[in-house]
């Protein structure tokens, strides 16, 4: 009974010495009016962890929403695994084999295997070549689920030879309607050889599709797999098996069984693979990105470390009358240290909860100041008669490839950011708490 006592007059003394602690540091984040100084560099401090914690939230956030929409487009678009022939040296693809199409349906998680033909042309509109990717997929009265969600007219087939889908963006730039008539141009036979020749044909506009990733909209246009196989000179044959699976997530363990079952000589590539450069690109420009903007961080650890030299320079006295009174060096540098905890508390709460809000409305934000500059600019020239001002967007859709900003917040890493931040305020605030406890009581209460 006794030991229990004794221990909860320890804890009781351990809980009010840290409500002192904790009570001092707080007292000594504020000043007195004719040392402001101290104060505003107390504030300076706060204000770079909240800058360095808000930035990293909202960029890695877009950057996340970026990677991982473009991701969505291309697998949606594309296919979530492609088998096309190893060892294939004819350019016009490999002779379509029906029973290798059973055996991929046959593995569990796979939606559908479809034949597709694609290659390279050019594209005759109005007068104008323009370089384009050309993909053969389903027949006539057949149009693919995969690809039918993205046609934005009424007519989402084919109903006859000769039909084509091009991108609507593509159609708004080249001012194409529904019924006009493009001529197409591709390559037939092995490039630099003798039997090389044109291939061309006339395709009329059957309608318009919207993927909303800016490059497919623009150099993707849509045939049927025999028109795409005439036009190339490849009869029976494709350039690979489009495959959809039922989870995204599982691509990888889905390809590793198509590998081990299927024959050598086909290739099984994952959409991320088959797109290496572009999604390594994408990690190493968020990497880069991190590691910049954690050295915002950085610095405003330097500023709590400066901002706290200068708190134990201005409390000398007061440290020497706390030790005088039985405060231990453990004690002073508890307060200390507190104090810079505080501050990188204030400072990431702060920038999480702005970081955070400014990330969920973010394009409304963009379009409001899209808004403000667009009629501050068309106010400016009229104002001066300057011409005709043309709109301004700030996110165009020909340079970021998607429509708008998409954001995609990871709890786990804004969790991260914020406790690094208040760690490393923490971590910042040793030096000058250790400075302060090793302050002899005398030497400072004599000189003060």
């Not at 007292?27 to 770079?48: A, C, D, E, P, V």
């Not at 001529?183 to 309608?207: A, H, N, T, W």
Request: proline share 3%; hydrophobic share 45%; glycine share 8%.
């Amino acid at each position: 009974m006794l030991d229990k006592c004794r221990l909860s007059i320890y804890d009781a003394r351990v809980m009010i010495k840290r409500l002192f602690e904790l009570f001092i540091g707080f007292r000594y984040l504020k000043s007195k009016k004719s040392q402001g100084f101290i104060s505003f560099n107390t504030f300076l401090s706060i204000f770079m962890v909240f800058i360095g914690v808000f930035i990293l939230v909202v960029v890695i956030s877009v950057m996340n929403g970026f990677q991982s929409q473009i991701k969505d487009k291309i697998i949606d678009v594309d296919s979530h695994i492609t088998v096309t022939k190893q060892f294939e040296s004819n350019p016009s693809g490999f002779i379509f084999d029906e029973k290798l199409t059973q055996k991929i349906i046959s593995v569990n998680g796979v939606k559908s295997a479809l034949p597709y033909f694609q290659g390279n042309g050019l594209v005759k509109i109005a007068g104008e070549i323009k370089p384009v990717i050309l993909r053969g997929f389903g027949d006539i009265g057949n149009m693919p689920e995969q690809f039918k969600k993205f046609i934005k007219s009424e007519n989402n087939k084919f109903e006859k030879s000769g039909e084509i889908f091009i991108g609507a963006e593509m159609a708004n730039l080249h001012n194409i309607e529904s019924g006009d008539v493009i001529e197409l141009i591709v390559p037939r036979g092995k490039i630099g050889s003798d039997s090389m020749e044109p291939g061309i044909g006339r395709f009329k506009v059957k309608g318009f599709f919207k993927t909303g990733y800016y490059e497919y909209d623009t150099s993707l246009l849509f045939i049927s797999l025999t028109d795409a196989q005439n036009l190339f000179g490849a009869r029976g044959r494709v350039s690979g098996i489009s495959i959809k699976t039922d989870d995204i997530y599982k691509i990888n363990n889905y390809a590793q069984k198509l590998r081990d079952m299927i024959d050598f000589r086909y290739s099984v590539m994952t959409a991320e693979e088959k797109n290496g450069n572009l999604f390594y690109a994408l990690k190493l420009e968020k990497l880069i990105m991190t590691v910049i903007l954690f050295l915002v961080i950085v610095s405003a650890g330097f500023t709590i470390m400066g901002t706290l030299a200068m708190v134990v320079m201005e409390k000398r006295r007061t440290v020497g009358i706390l030790k005088s009174l039985g405060a231990t060096p453990q004690s002073i540098m508890t307060i200390f240290v507190m104090e810079g905890f505080l501050i990188g508390l204030a400072g990431s709460i702060s920038g999480v909860i702005c970081g955070l809000a400014f990330s969920l409305n973010l394009e409304a934000i963009i379009s409001f100041a899209e808004k403000v500059i667009n009629y501050a600019g068309a106010f400016i020239y009229h104002l001066f008669n300057d011409g005709q001002f043309i709109s301004i967007s700030l996110v165009p859709q020909n340079v970021y490839y998607i429509e708008g900003i998409p954001t995609q917040i990871s709890p786990e890493f804004v969790a991260f950011i914020g406790s690094f931040a208040v760690f490393l305020s923490t971590l910042s605030a040793v030096f000058p708490a250790w400075h302060a406890s090793r302050l002899n009581p005398v030497e400072t209460i004599r000189y003060e």
